[in-house]
Structures are given as C-alpha cells and as structure tokens.
C-alpha cells in the first residue's frame, strides 16, 4: 500500500503539467489577443488613408472641374464670333477624353492592393545561383 509521501509525490507532476498547460493555454489567448488589436490597428490605417485619398481626390476633382469651365467659357467667348461650334464640340471632345482617361485610372487604381497586404507578400529564397552580395 503506498504511504501518503508517495501520493504527494505522484501528484505533482500532475499538477504542473496542468499548470503548464493553464500557461501555455493563457499566452495562446494573449497572442489572439494582439493579432486582434494588431488588426484593429492596421483597419484603423487603412480607414484614414483612405479618408485622406477620398478628400484630396475630391478637392482635386472639384478644382480641375472648376478651371476646365473657366477655360471652356474662355475658349467659346474668344471664338463665339467665328468658330463656335467648333469650339463646343472640340471642348466637348477633350473633355469626354479626360473623362475616359479618368476612369481608366481609377479603374487601375480599385484593383491596385493596399500597402499592407503588400507588406505581408512572402519574401523571395535565395537561389544557390545568387552571389552572395546580390540584392534581388
């Protein structure tokens, strides 16, 4: 029959393997704890980037779209006496232009990814072909 040392004894590894496991199950809480705040943080970045690019963007639009009427006007009035109608419809050509030209661009820049995700891309293996200073 085993004395009651023999059971203190048998129990203690008992016990710190739980303890092992309570602090192992505790610091995998504190890492999904700061994966959650990381991206809370990053989502954070990303809503003011694109509050910033959203408010230029517009300022942009506004002001381009203020002096294309002032030179249209300009360029109708200088030649209203002569060559009006050519003016109109070549204004209205250069802008359609711009305005192809611009979704385009946006187009472009929707599929374009975010900085961040580019942040994260896999970083590329040395081949045992590269010298060893190369900077690929």
């Known amino acids: 029959m085993p004395c009651d040392e023999d059971r203190g004894r048998g129990s203690r590894p008992v016990a710190g393997l739980f303890e092992a496991a309570r602090r192992f199950l505790a610091s995998g809480v504190d890492m999904a704890r700061l994966r959650v705040e ?37 360029l109708v ?15 209205a050509l250069f802008h359609l232009l711009i305005a192809i030209v611009l979704v385009l661009a946006l187009r ?22 590269d010298p060893p200073d190369s900077r690929w």
């Open 108 to 129: 472009r820049r929707a599929t374009r990814r975010a900085p961040s995700s580019r942040r994260n891309a896999p970083v590329p293996r040395r081949r045992a072909t």
């Open 77 to 91: 009035t200088a030649l209203w006496d002569t060559h009006r109608l050519w003016a109109l419809g070549g204004l």
């Open 38 to 74: 990381l991206l809370r943080v990053e989502a954070q970045e990303e809503i003011a980037r694109l509050c910033g690019t959203l408010l230029f963007g517009t300022l942009a639009l506004l002001f381009f779209t203020l002096a294309t009427i002032c030179a249209s006007v300009l």
